[in-house]
């Protein structure tokens, strides 16, 4: 997948030395992604088709060289270097951190305006499955006619894809890919909750990964701590 990045994040520690750069974090925005921050962030590059974010744990002997080598992935990957945001310091940080929060933040405002529940996957796969999973993904909201924007953790195969349905009908398709997406995670061998947890909204899907059995084995543990039933009431678990 061909994408033009821009957004790269660099962190120069002074102990402990570290022999060899390590990539601490990789994220990922898609263009949908990034027009929706437009408003708040309107010195995103116009015509971005992705933004990844790159956290390498460094210190200020190697900088140098290690701002040699990420000049050149940028540029060897259709990109410009004066395109990326470099972070030096932990303040630079802090203000990549709210960018990578923003796009929730975003989402969840559009969600609740229009009164809807919302419609953001949390599966991740087995990284062999995922160039394979994404694609997959997007054009299931793409056939549907949907609005979308995608983003993640994609350092763990991790996906966000937050459907933006407009009326009733444009939700109860999007609940329908969420099922296609989620059974999907699963056939590849990975989870439907990979940071959010299954709570009250996901227990249908659940049972995708583990079966009634499964699930039932689950209560039982669940009734031997509480055999009265009084802890996280209506989550997991009917």
Known sequence: MEVKPF???????????????????????????LEFLREDYPWIPE?????VWFEVETNAKQHD?????????????????????LAYDSGDLQ???????????????????NGFMKLGTDTAVPAEY???YYSFAVKLVQDAGLEYVTYGHFGDCHLHLNM??????????????????CEKAVEHGGTVSAEHGIGKLKKEYLKLMYGEKGINEMKKVKKYFDPNNLLNIGNLFD
């Open 7 to 33: 957004l790269e994040h660099i962190i120069i520690e002074e102990e402990p030395v570290v022999p060899r750069p390590g990539l601490r974090a990789l994220e990922f925005f898609d263009g949908r992604a």
């Open 47 to 51: 015509g971005t088709e992705a933004a």
């Open 65 to 85: 060289d290690v701002m040699a080598e990420w000049a050149d992935k940028i540029t060897n990957h259709n990109s410009l270097i004066e395109d990326a945001w």
């Open 95 to 113: 203000e990549i951190k709210k960018f990578r929060h923003a796009i929730s933040y975003k989402v969840n405002e559009y969600i609740a305006s």
């Open 130 to 132: 995922f160039d394979d």
């Open 164 to 181: 933006l349905p407009k009326d009733q009908d444009e939700y109860l398709k999007g609940k329908q890919i969420y099922l296609e997406l």
